[in-house]
């Protein structure tokens, strides 16, 4: 199993941007499918983006697209999450998870290890 350290998050104001990494270590990173997820207090997790385990497929919200991207360095088996023009909705705890097997859903049930997670909050 992988294990999963996210960090990055902070307070930032309206329309700043912020980049998350998810450091991780264990069995291959470069085999996991690998998603960003967040939670608002109050609110379900949801997700957020995927990239597949070779870089060459990259899902998104639509609450997030064009604003958001998601990245991987395999040789140093991390991920990214670029977040831009960041609105106060975008106020969460976000979260990396992993998963070997993908097959394009947004359920954080179909993503088996995750980490601790990453305060976003950004002031209006």
């Known amino acids: 199993q992988v294990r999963l350290e996210e960090s990055g998050g902070g307070l930032v104001q309206a329309g700043d941007s912020l980049r998350l990494s998810c450091a991780a270590s264990?069995?291959?990173?470069?085999?996991?499918?690998m998603g960003w997820f967040r939670q608002a207090p109050g609110k379900e997790r949801e997700f957020v983006a995927a990239?597949?385990?070779?870089?060459?497929?990259?899902y998104y919200a639509d609450s997030v697209k064009g604003r958001f991207t998601i990245s991987r360095d395999n040789a140093k088996n991390t991920l990214y999450l670029q977040t831009n023009s960041l609105k106060p909705e975008d106020t969460a705890v976000y979260y990396c998870?992993?998963?070997?097997?993908?097959?394009?859903?947004?359920?954080?049930?179909?993503?088996?290890?995750w980490g601790q997670g990453t305060q976003v909050t950004v002031s209006s």
């Open positions: 998870a992993a998963t070997i097997s993908y097959y394009g859903s947004t359920s954080p049930s179909s993503f088996g290890s």
């Open positions: 990239i597949t385990s070779g870089g060459s497929s990259t």
């Open positions: 264990g069995r291959t990173f470069s085999s996991y499918t």
